[in-house]
């Protein structure tokens, strides 16, 4: 590249091979996306299942063969090349597609960056016959025998462009995207079935459903139907709803458990899922997430894919109605579920979360507390808040009162009232070490804890082994889908429920909760910590409180705050106390 000069540099035009690698990273980022625009053309082709074999987490093979209806052998040229579709009339409106792609580029662009090898038979046709295309120059015509319908084979993706296949992860990296891309497909089309194995034997197996309920509970779980509610809803000419979302007490830390599609096609939508969340209201708490599966259908017309090369982000015409129809839907199906307020952290049937005491409540001022019993005298860092604890000569000190829902202390401090949050200052000392280099506890447990893990969260483990083990989880294989947990990560004589490596997975394979400030090793670190701290909702000791937090003075950075950014504690200075009762000249 040549330096910036103050002299104009000639304009001119690229060769059209440059253009087409150019334009190929729009469409082609990963395996993963490969994978999409060809199930996607399945799809647009009728087919009833589509079977997906990848290896190297796709990045060495992916092979997509489909049961649709093929391409003619006249047209196998025209398929390849780009602006080259039968989906569109040659010259006619863009607005009203139906199908999933229209802009005849996918198959160009992957064949520009790969070894692409199309086999194709229409039923009429007697053979199949074949067109290779090898880092974007028409190969070998051939010939060979094939059922109906269409096989795409591509190799070697990026062997041209070596710049961006640096940008990739590992194999089990990108083999986690593919196998989330296929339950996005699946779940924005249940119909269609689809099947996907790797080297090691199958991911996947999604076999075609009839209904949304059973569909989601293929990806979501077994458990999904039980602990899930129906949505429906919308107006004429504007949008029709169909969902199945998860209770509140299913609500994740991310918000990658919430499936949309728009149309038969599988979106990201920020409003949607605000849409969603805003139904849900104060029934899950602040940080969580809803799952489950959207589904909106709106008059063609009314709904712009072409946004993005990929079309995986759509605009609405009217955003505001369909967002506002989807939340009045979420809401009132809500309100039909039988006790829909299930507090922030309902624990599952038969989980020890739900053998709990209720949460205590001691009055700070209660003349009944027997002072010095249990009480514990901490010195505290300044705790941030609204205002800073004047320093004075030493650290203020400060005397832990008790807790409100399990969740907020309340504390004395030298001057005033200290309000600390267990979860975010146990997750904060937590992260600490970990950045430090440190692992986490673990406890063996007497009894492993069988789980069945879906083939996504089955990838994510093969993905994120090492931090799994660096958690505190030892996970052994027990069955073709289910896992024998056999330690836990243990934190201050509290054992984390195996169920919490799920949420963990999830997380990790969205590469780690956002932390302030950001970075791959603070994200890694920071989910592994929230999924090992004392966590709302924990009965916890006065005693492990005062350890923690005198844990977190010792912190060469005394942190005001948890490594998402939340607040650890708040204070509430004497004089505000005065002014509130009236006091201020005292
Ligand atoms: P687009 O899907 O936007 O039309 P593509 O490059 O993905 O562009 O595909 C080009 C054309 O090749 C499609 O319009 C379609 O006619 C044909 N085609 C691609 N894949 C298949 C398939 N699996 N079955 C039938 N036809 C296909
Ligand atoms: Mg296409």
């Known amino acids: 590249m040549s330096a910036p000069s103050r002299s104009p540099a000639p304009i001119h035009r690229l060769a059209p091979g440059t253009v087409e690698r150019i334009a190929a990273g729009e469409v082609v980022e990963r395996p993963a996306s490969v994978v999409k625009e060809l199930v996607e053309n399945a799809y647009d082709a009728g087919a009833a299942s589509v079977v997906v074999r990848i290896a190297g987490g796709g ?11 093929g391409i003619a052998g006249d047209d196998l040229e025209l398929a390849v090349e780009r602006h080259a579709t039968s989906k569109l009339p040659a010259l006619g409106p863009v607005e009203r597609i139906a199908t999933l792609g229209f802009r005849g580029e996918a198959l160009a662009a992957i064949g520009s960056v790969s070894r692409l090898r199309l086999l194709s038979r229409p039923a009429a046709a007697a053979a199949a016959e074949g067109i290779e295309v090898v880092g974007g120059a028409r190969g070998e015509r051939f010939t060979e025998a094939r059922a109906p319908g269409t096989t795409v084979r591509v190799t070697e993706l990026f062997f041209n462009t070596p710049a961006r296949r640096k940008f990739l992860h590992a194999a089990a990296r990108e083999q986690v995207e593919v196998v989330r891309t296929l339950e996005q497909l699946y779940l924005a089309r249940p119909s269609v079935g689809l099947r996907l194995s790797g080297e090691a034997g199958e991911l996947l197996s999604l076999p075609a459903s009839s209904t949304l309920l059973e569909a989601a509970a293929r990806v979501l779980g077994g458990e999904f139907p039980e602990r899930s509610f129906p949505v429906t809803g919308g107006a004429p000419g504007t949008v029709a709803i169909e969902a199945v979302l998860g209770r509140p007490a299913l609500a994740g830390a991310t918000g990658s458990g919430l499936y949309v599609a728009v149309n038969g096609r599988p979106v990201v939508s920020r409003g949607v899922a605000q849409a969603v969340r805003l139904g849900f ?30 079309k995986r982000e759509v605009r609405f015409a009217a955003p505001r109605a369909v ?24 624990a599952a049937p038969g989980s020890p979360d ?34 800073a604890v004047p320093g004075g000569s030493g650290r203020p000190r400060l005397e832990l009162l008790g807790a409100i829902d399990a969740l907020y202390w309340v504390a004395s401090s030298d001057d005033g009232l200290l309000l600390i949050d267990q979860h975010a200052a146990s997750e904060r000392l937590l992260y600490a070490r970990l950045l430090e280099g440190g692992t986490i506890a673990r406890q063996t447990l007497v009894d492993p804890v069988l789980l069945t893990l879906t083939a996504a969260q089955r990838a994510e483990l093969d993905a994120n082994a090492a931090a799994v083990r660096d958690a505190g989880f030892e996970v052994e294989r027990f069955g073709p889908t289910s896992y024998r947990v056999r330690s836990v990560p243990a934190y201050r004589g509290r054992l984390v429920r195996a169920e919490e490596l799920l949420g963990l997975l999830r997380e990790l394979s969205d590469g780690g909760r956002p932390t302030v400030p950001d970075g791959v090793a603070e994200r890694r670190a920071a989910s592994i910590a929230c999924h090992a701290a004392v966590r709302a909702g ?49």
């Open 538 to 586: 924990d009965v916890i000791e006065r005693t492990t409180l005062a350890e923690i937090l005198s844990g977190l003075d010792r912190l060469s950075d005394r942190p005001r705050s948890c490594p998402h950014g939340r607040p650890i504690a708040v204070h509430l200075p004497r004089s505000r106390l005065d002014r509130w009762f009236l006091r201020s000249g005292a």
């Open 354 to 387: 739900a053998d709990r005491p209720a949460p205590t409540f001691e009055l700070p001022f209660s003349a009944s507390t027997s002072p010095g019993r249990q009480r514990q005298l901490v010195g505290l860092g300044d705790p941030g808040g609204p205002s």
């Open 281 to 310: 209201g104060e029934t899950i708490p602040r940080p969580r997430f809803p799952v489950g599966v959207v589904h909106l259908t709106v008059p063609p017309g009314q709904l712009d894919v072409n946004v993005h090369p990929t």
């Open 323 to 346: 967002e506002d129809e989807l939340r009045r839907a979420v809401r009132l199906a809500l309100d039909r579920v039988p006790s829909p307020s299930a507090p922030p952290r309902a």
């Open 59 to 69: 990045l060495d093979r992916i092979e997509v063969a489909d049961d649709g209806s």
